[in-house]
């Protein structure tokens, strides 16, 4: 190579400090071309990518402004945030991000209701920005970490007046702080990006409203109070003393079991509505003038009883505090709503009583269906088969806190890496950490798997009863020979094992709660922080600096 | 000693793992292809870029992202949550795009599962537009040769638009109806079935391309000019907003609300320019708008024109804003499909005979359009000139199962006549009720005779509604159709009345009013005893009035009838014939002002004084024996 490639001349440097610059004025001129050519949308996420990447430089500032001082811990911090910076991983990580977040914009479809697009660009940007952020992270503290035992540097580092743990906190504070400027980032280009979408016009009124009042809005969720608590117990005491006398040695052999399912009977009995019967479902603690929106959502998710049809529908009438709706041109309107699927009716803010409460009634209307004698009960699921959604905040503070649980959800997961690094080699730490990721993400969905794969699917059971169920199950095929079937057990309790010690990232699904308009509450965010951001990685660091220091570093490289 | 132990374990199962896996690779492989699991990369025709390059890209990971897509919609879907529906749907069917079920079921599910979630009706036609384009604009182009995405499309038109079971079925029928009467305008209103498709065969006759168009018609240059002139394409926009302004005046509607302004986005300058120009708009007409309408049909809506010709040659005189239209063409082309297909035992033969003659059953009680696209007010009334269609269908497929071929059905084997029975009655009671009433008397009497033989082939010759008049059976079948007590003949009258004035006049149809007075006239004069068998009549002469005041009293009910809207009492009263109007003025005035002033409508437009009749004696314009005019000026 001409030797005068190596040279750092005044023109190089001349042309170094001006690249960036230009490139930027470059990139705003094209910007400002595709906007004068009628493609704003295309201007908008050119603009948007600028935007981003030069964020992402001014937060590599901050951080190496933050990170400045000589603490043994934070010097550490600072070396793995210029790792970052440098390696080829975190710059392709970072331009994945920076490209595809303004380009997803452009890549729904217009004809879509408003609404729609806007759940869906929160859902996936939010998502996917935390799926490549958590890969980032897991990839840097391995390769970090490991790199420094592998190459031998950990031992310049240890030389130092620095101790093992300070060097495994360190590393995990630099990837947290990293991690932080990253998801603030994230957060300012979704922002925008959804501020913007939601100027585009919308299909018509009711949709433009279910942008105001059900997307960029903090809904709760409130189930209807019991009438009577006093009497409920007076009920189910009857009922259990009656069952008593009826059939004495059934209830004697679990009476507990016998009391719950009692108990839970009648609560799925007030949940009824029998044929030609009303009831009446009463939601308190509404404040109106806080709640600050024109419609509440009544979301029911109804069943039909007494019908073998399986796709029977329900017909009802509503009224909402004694007053009969909807109600027009003169008529009260019934509902027919289809079975098994959840309804969601807006209702007017203004039929909130002066207490805040809202008496919902039902009136069962339906008729016997074909080839049916009697007609049919409504029946709700307790819980989510009968909520009200009402607004209780704002979106901007409800995305904030959304985002903290994303960065605490992502600190865990570092933690994790850096621990799994500590003892084991590049490659199987990086699997063992996208193990515990996808163990967390998808805990839910793998509990499902493995007991129905396992035959033993049961949504009343117990952390007891399964393990005794497992057991009785392991002794059985153990003394039948059926070994596929044992090791399935085997298996089975292995995965349960790990499952139970991995935090289920479903618990903290501020994602989707952000996409359909639901507020991410305080106390979740707390756990999150508590638990995700603080409990665990503790524990981790602990297990990591504990494997660090019974480490044999140098035996380790022969 | 024990590596090489190990080592030789390791080769041994090594060894047996690779045989075990050849031999069941061809066992997968044709479960793969069966199922058309694969897509493959080599001499595929008609695979979009985006489909190839995101299958090759993911390769054998394919699956698995199916299985990702298919959970999160299953369960955003439990939760209540619609907002990736569409895309989730999309996805799924690039990734499979050679897997049938994949497009049907993504099609059912948002047609009826999704749009049964909202209640708000334009959301829910979005959901059923949104399972009926992904099977006409993605999943039958790429799947071409697969009959049951076509009848899943049918079914579409048929069942969630065509009949009754859904809510909104209503709007479902008003949004088609605007969409295609906005392309076609009204083909076949007051024509015969010959004029009918003649006037379609013109589109399917079109030019396919401008280029075309203008070597074959130079004259259409004129027209082109025009267009270019006015800032207005030869395209869709142009198009819809042509038949828009056609719909907005020749509203009735309209005129009864006094609306007399264009729709939003008319081209103002180009309609008063076709004003001057009566040569460029003819031309427009004649040559332009064909080529327009064939390109819409055939662009947007995939349908081949010249298949829809055939379709209507065989079917008869299909409204295109009718769904069963438009499920009876997609069927069609399905049975063409699957009659392609090697093993004819897959497919039941004998349930698409069925399916085609439902529907054009369907056609035949409601095949009458009658839509007005001011207020969205649609209503589907019987068209007696399918009922020809559907003896022609019925007998060939009759003839279809005798024959050597036979008509298959699936695991039943091959179909019987009896297998259709059912149907033939049902059309044959039907034909006879509609041909008698609609004034085809020898049609009648020849339907009845057929239907006679069929209750002999079924043993149920001696039931009263066979065995006596045909008078007698219209009078038993239609107190049925409309749910009154055969023994009440006040209540039978009175039924038909109604009719005759919510189908005739209702509508500005006074052939049809005056049809229903002469079966309501001739059932009064004859006064039969429907409910006992072997007396000729139980009429009694102190309990119901002439027969013209019975018509007044019914008239005046019926604009008393706060259920029916203003606008449709309205109507009733313009069509009404004076001296109906006459008698029921004077008692109705204050009903009728403060009805029509609560709807926002103009008393004196909506319900205006009658004229005096020359003579005041006898309401001569009901004229039990004559028929009536064609539509005309209302009264």
Known sequence: ?558 | MSDRLVITVAGVMLAVCLVGAAAVTGIVEKQRDDLGLVVKMEGVEGIPPHVAVVTAALGTFRGLAVDVLWARADHLQDEGEYYEAQTLSEWITTLQPRFQKVWGFQAWNMAWNIAAATQVPAERWGWVRRGMELLRTKGIPLNPNAPNLYFDLAWIFQNKIGRVGDSQHWYYKARLAGEMQEVLGDLVGGKTTAEAIEQFRRIADAPDSLEELQQKRPESRVALDLLAAHGAAPDEPTLRMLGRVLMATSSMDAKALGIDKLPNGTNVGLLEAMQADKDAAARLLQDVIPYLQKRVLEDRYRMDTAEMVRVMERYGPLDWRHPQSHAIYWSERGVEVSRGLARRDNVNELMLVRGRLLMLMELLRSGRVEFDPMTNRIDLLPDPRFAGVYETAIKEAFDLIASDKGVTADMFGFAEEADLFDAYEKFLNIATMFSYLYGDQAEAKRYFGILRDLAARRGVEDLPVYSDTLENFVAMRFGGMVGVNLGDLRQVLDAMIRRAITEGLAMGDLKTFNRFINVAHKVYDRRYAVSRPGEVYVLDDTKLVDFPTLVSNSFANVLRDTSLPVLARSRMWAWAPEPMKAAVYASLAETLTAAAEAAGLDPQRAFPEPRKPADESSPAAVRPEGEGDERGAPG
């Open chain 1, 1 to 558: 190579m001409p030797r005068w490639r190596d040279r750092e001349t005044p023109a190089r440097r001349l042309i170094a400090r001006l690249a960036w610059p230009a490139l930027t004025a470059v990139a705003f001129a094209l910007a400002g071309l595709l906007w004068r050519a009628g493609l704003q949308p295309q201007a908008i996420s050119l603009l948007g990518m600028i935007g981003l990447t030069i964020g992402l430089f001014g937060g590599i500032a901050l951080l190496r402004a933050l990170f400045s001082g000589s603490h043994p811990v934070i010097a550490v911090a600072r070396t793995i945030i210029e790792e970052a910076i440098g390696t080829r991983l975190t710059i392709l990580l970072a331009v994945i991000v920076i490209i595809s977040l303004p380009t997803l914009p452009l890549l729904l479809d217009p004809s879509e209701r408003l609404a729609y697009r806007i759940q869906f660009f929160l859902a996936w940007s939010l998502s996917g920005a935390t799926v490549l952020l958590a890969i980032l992270s897991i990839a840097l503290c391995c390769s970090s970490v490991c790199g420094d035992i592998d190459s031998k540097r950990i031992h310049m580092a240890l030389a130092k007046p620095l101790q093992r743990w300070e060097y495994v906190l360190g590393k995990w504070l630099g990837v947290v702080a990293l991690q932080a400027v990253l998801v603030a980032l994230v957060g300012i280009g979704v922002y925008g990006f959804t501020a913007a979408l939601a100027r585009l016009p919308a299909s018509d009124n009711l949709d433009r409203l279910a942008v105001e009042e059900q997307v960029l809005t903090a809904r709760a969720a409130l189930r209807p109070s019991h009438p009577s608590g006093e009497e409920f117990e007076k009920s189910v005491a009857a009922t259990i003393e009656q069952i008593r006398k009826d059939d004495p040695s059934t209830f004697d052999k679990d009476p507990a079991g016998a009391r719950q399912r009692i108990r839970s009977h009648k609560v799925h009995e007030w949940h009824t509505v029998t044929a030609d019967a009303v009831s009446t479902y009463v939601f308190t603690g509404l404040e109106p003038k806080r709640i600050n929106a024109r419609l509440l959502q009544l979301r029911l998710k109804p069943f039909t009883l007494n019908s073998s049809i399986s796709d029977a529908q329900v017909k009802f009438a509503l009224w909402l505090n004694d007053r009969a709706y909807p109600f027009r041109d003169g008529r009260h309107e019934e509902y027919t709503l289809a079975t098994d699927m959840i309804h969601t009716i807006d209702v007017p803010t203004s039929v909130i009583a002066a207490d805040g409460t809202l008496r919902v009634t039902i009136e069962n209307r339906n008729l016997v269906m074909p080839g049916e004698d009697v007609p049919t009960s409504i029946s709700f699921i307790p819980g989510k088969g009968l909520e009200l959604l009402y607004r209780v905040g704002g979106f901007e503070g409800n995305f904030l806190r959304g985002l903290t649980v994303m960065w605490a959800k992502l600190a865990m997961l570092a933690a994790a890496a850096v621990a799994a690094a500590t003892w084991l080699g590049f490659p199987t730490a990086l699997l063992a950490s996208l193990m515990i990721y996808i163990s967390a993400a998808a805990q839910a969905f793998f509990a499902d798997a493995i007991d129905i794969y396992t035959g033993v699917d049961d949504a009343k059971s117990t952390l007891t009863s399964m393990l005794r169920l497992r057991i009785g199950m392991l002794a059985e095929t153990l003394l039948g020979f059926q070994w596929w079937e044992a090791f399935k057990t085997v298996g089975s309790f292995v995965a349960d094992g790990f499952l139970c010690l991995i935090p289920s990232f479903g618990a903290y699904d501020s994602v989707t709660q952000l996409a359909t308009g639901r507020v991410v509450p305080g106390g979740e965010v707390w756990m999150a922080l508590l638990i995700l951001a603080c409990a665990y990685p503790l524990l981790l660091l602990a297990a990591g600096w504990a494997l660090l220091e019974r480490r044999d570093l140098v035996g380790s490289l022969s």
